[in-house]
């Protein structure tokens, strides 16, 4: 049982694209479109300085932003993060602090959208947008 577990959680991931891959350009290819989600996603709903639903919990805006980060957005850094992870060994150094301050975003953000804590969340890395570039 514990084997058939293992192999079917393995398969899953293989589809979600989590391995390693051989080449820096095919980590690339499996982490962009999620990326290009991720930020389309932000770019539309996302909260800006002085949106009128920062002062509005509970408008129409406020709550599609909220289920999209919780449905979209967060299981694709997830998804990132576990790509990311497989393939470190073709990281640079500065690809590395990247990917740490993009994992301490999205540890914030999940703690504001998931738990309902409310912090000092960092930005989003823009280097991000390059990484295996």
């Known amino acids: 049982m514990l084997g058939w577990k293992s192999n079917h959680l393995a398969a899953l991931a293989h589809k ?5 891959y051989d080449e820096r350009g095919q980590v690339r ?3 962009v479109a999620a990326m290009a989600e991720n930020k389309a996603v932000w770019k539309e709903f996302a909260p800006s300085d002085g949106s009128s639903f920062e002062y509005d919990p509970e408008s129409e805006a406020a709550k599609t932003w909220v289920q999209r980060v919780r449905g979209v957005i967060l299981p694709n850094h997830f ?17 590395l602090q990247t990917f740490a301050r993009y994992q301490e975003h999205v540890r ?3 703690e ?22």
């Not at 979600?16 to 390693?20: A, T, Y």
């Not at 998804?79 to 690809?95: F, G, P, S, W």
């Open 112 to 133: 504001r959208h998931v738990c309902g804590i409310a912090g000092s969340a960092i930005r989003y890395p823009t280097e991000m947008d390059g990484i295996f570039s």
């Open 108 to 110: 914030g953000l999940s």
């Open 16 to 20: 979600q694209g989590i391995r390693g």
């Open 29 to 31: 290819c499996a982490v």
């Open 79 to 95: 998804r990132i993060q576990a790509i990311i992870c497989a393939n470190q060994r073709h990281m640079t150094e500065v690809e």
